[in-house]
């Protein structure tokens, strides 16, 4: 805290120091300028010099800078809580760091970059990165406190009342788990996950559950599925209502709607974990919440078994909603082969230019037969 105190003294000492400087070059101006009235009658009075010293005096005085002054003071104020701020949130990650770290540790064989978890993205955002870990690709976790050392974005979340949080994405093996869409969001969110997530929008309907708390929004595409899903033990973490869990996410489609049919459909397991002060019991409350999350992991690829006329059903609404895009990747197929045959034909006409009039005859021969051969090919199969 003394170097971060260090900083912000010197900082403020360059700002003090520019406003004398302007101070300087204006009280240099004053001299030079006419003298005023005042100042004048002075002079005539056979006192030039203590004319000259008190104009300069009066412009020199310090309720002629309030502005300037002000704004010195609000830009030192802000230095100060900006390195003040992220000094917090330094501390604060490295509080939970560790728990974090042996979350990951339990359950992935690499966890960061190998030197360290948690990479500072910004002052307020930390990300981790592990993997190596049986029906999953990997998963990226995203730290995300107060910004503390943003006054206004720290107004904002007071206003909000935004908590900080740990979000986990886990991206699952293409084979883990037959896909489907489901997901518990706060009731506040619930309208605004069913508009702007293209999967749930596109797949999911809000269902009820007796058992769920009624801070939770429940979206669920198969009830087969959801279901087996809520016997995890899931349905008893929903159904607390001081649970640190605050979203949950299993999807198999993207969460944007493709602007083309060359997109993702990664099988995807997301949640948000609310934090609570780094004290032991919020950490282990976050060490068990995140020990859930992995262990739906395993869950999900070997403990759900859907019936087949469910997996059919999935299938059948994923091919109608990808129909569109169906039709966009065969006719950009149609419209590749159609230049492919365009070019060819263009370089051998562009070959047939260069030939002498025998080998000309002898292509257009060759030429006549290629087409008269095609004409009894589609006549043949019309009359089949």
Same mark, same amino acid.
């Given at each position: ?17 520019? %406003?004398? +400087?302007?101070?300087?070059? $204006?009280? *240099?101006?004053?001299?030079?300028? &006419?003298?005023? /009235? @005042?100042?004048?009658? =002075? ?116 206003? %909000?009342? +935004?908590?900080?949080?740990? $979000?986990? *994405?886990?991206?699952?093996?293409? &084979?883990?788990? /037959? @896909?489907?869409?489901? =997901? ?116 999900? %690829? ?83």
């Amino acid at each position: 805290m003394q170097h971060v105190t260090r900083i912000a003294l010197s900082t403020l000492a360059c700002l003090v120091r520019l %406003a004398a +400087t302007a101070a300087a070059e $204006e009280l *240099e101006n004053v001299v030079g300028e &006419e003298l005023p /009235s @005042g100042a004048r009658v =002075a002079a005539d009075s056979g006192n030039p010099a203590a004319g000259n010293a008190s104009a300069a005096a009066s412009e020199l005085s310090l309720s002629n800078y309030k502005m300037e002054l002000l704004l010195v003071a609000l830009a030192a104020g802000m230095v100060v809580n900006y390195f003040r701020g992220s000094r917090q949130n330094a501390d604060i990650a490295r509080a939970w760091e560790a728990p974090i770290s042996q979350a990951l540790h339990a359950n992935f064989s690499l966890v960061g970059d190998g030197s360290q978890v948690l990479e500072r993205d910004s002052p307020a955002d930390m990300l981790v990165y592990a993997s190596g870990r049986r029906h999953c690709k990997f998963a990226q976790g995203h730290l995300m406190l107060r910004a503390r050392q943003d006054p206004i974005a720290s107004l904002n979340d007071l206003i %909000a009342k +935004t908590h900080e949080k740990l $979000e986990i *994405e886990v991206t699952m093996d293409d &084979e883990a788990f /037959s @896909g489907f869409v489901f =997901a518990a969001v706060p009731h506040r969110r619930a309208k605004a996950v069913g508009r702007d997530r293209y999967d749930v929008s596109t797949f999911a309907k809000l269902t009820s559950n007796g058992k769920i708390s009624s801070r939770f929004a429940i979206f669920s595409e198969s009830a087969d599925a959801t279901a087996q899903l809520l016997g995890s033990g899931l349905e008893q973490l929903l159904g607390d209502n001081d649970s640190l869990l605050e979203e949950i996410y299993i999807t198999d489609c993207p969460s944007e709607k493709p602007e083309t049919h060359e997109f993702k459909r990664d099988k995807k397991l997301l949640a948000t974990i609310r934090l609570p002060a780094p004290a032991d019991d919020g950490i282990k409350r976050v060490r068990e919440t995140m020990d859930f999350v992995f262990y739906l992991v395993d869950y999900i %690829a070997e403990g759900i078994a859907m019936r087949p006329e469910s997996v059919r059903k999935l299938a059948k609404a994923r091919e109608e909603a990808f129909k569109e895009y169906a039709r966009q990747a065969e006719q950009e197929k149609q419209e590749a082969l159609a230049k492919i045959v365009a070019d060819r034909r263009r370089a051998e006409l562009e070959e047939v230019d260069k030939m002498s009039p025998d080998q000309r005859r002898k292509w257009e021969e060759k030429e006549r037969k290629r087409k008269l051969k095609k004409e009894q090919s589609k006549r043949t199969r019309r009359v089949k």
